[in-house]
């Protein structure tokens, strides 16, 4: 069971480079969030989804887009990276049931 | 956005000391969570705790719902190197599509 996959898992960008980050789940999970974590900040929620098809803005969203287009998948897009978005992003899922969270394992981001 | 208050920042300890943080918010939550995170890492849900003064263990881990419904405890017994991470509360409100509002963190360090 590969669970939740995170792809890339590192990635150095220069400010106003574009990009995807891709979420991947095999648990047949309806709920689909993606998280950044900053140092001191814990995790802040970006975007999430309650379903295909369906995207909701989160705390942070500014800056980011993303696209539930299958169930298994979520991708989140930055267009024009920034500095300011150098962090760590971790995608997670759920069955939105009550229960906690199945996070990837992380991609780490620099924008130069 | 709103975040929890986390107890303490980090804490530096000797294998076999009990361990115990806490985390406090503003607002009530309908479930409490506890998490690790390890380097290089997502976090792993540890503890979920669903209903006013609730104490749930895990091995050498308890957790507690407060009474108030705005705080979480979770102590950690005769620690081990291994116990080494960020421990993350995360509470969720009542009909808020599953969403986990996390806690700052706390980091444990264990010397032998």
């Known amino acids: 069971n590969a669970g939740v996959t995170q792809t890339p898992k590192f990635r150095v960008l220069k400010t106003g480079q574009s990009m995807t980050l891709l979420c991947a789940q095999d648990?047949?999970?309806?709920?689909m969030y993606w998280y950044r974590q900053d140092p001191g900040m814990g995790l802040r929620l970006i975007h999430y989804?309650?379903?295909?098809?369906?995207?909701a803005k989160g705390e942070v969203p500014d800056g980011y887009n993303v696209s539930r287009l299958k169930k298994q998948n979520f991708l989140l897009g930055l267009e024009s990276a920034a500095p300011s978005q150098t962090s760590v992003y971790f995608c997670?899922?759920?069955?939105?049931?009550?229960?906690?969270?199945?996070f990837g394992s992380g991609t780490r981001l620099t924008v130069v | 956005g709103q975040q929890l208050n986390q107890s303490p920042q980090s804490m530096f300890i000797q294998e076999g000391e009990d361990v115990s943080m806490n985390c406090t918010s503003s607002?009530?939550?309908?479930?409490w969570l506890w998490y690790k995170q390890d380097p290089g890492e997502g976090p792993v849900l540890l503890i979920a705790?669903?209903?006013?003064?609730e104490l749930t263990s895990n091995g050498r881990l308890t957790a507690q719902f407060g009474i108030t419904r705005k705080d979480s405890f979770l102590n950690i017994s005769a620690s081990i190197p291994s116990d080494v991470g960020i421990y993350f509360c995360?509470?969720?409100?009542?009909?808020?599509?599953?969403?986990?509002?996390f806690g700052t963190g706390t980091r444990l360090q264990v010397t032998l």
């Open positions: 997670a899922s759920s069955t939105g049931q009550g229960y906690g969270y199945t």
């Open positions: 648990m047949n999970h309806e709920y």
């Open positions: 989804s309650v379903g295909e098809g369906t995207t």
């Open positions: 607002s009530i939550f309908n479930t």
């Open positions: 705790l669903y209903k006013a003064g």
């Open positions: 995360a509470g969720r409100h009542t009909g808020t599509a599953s969403k986990l509002t």
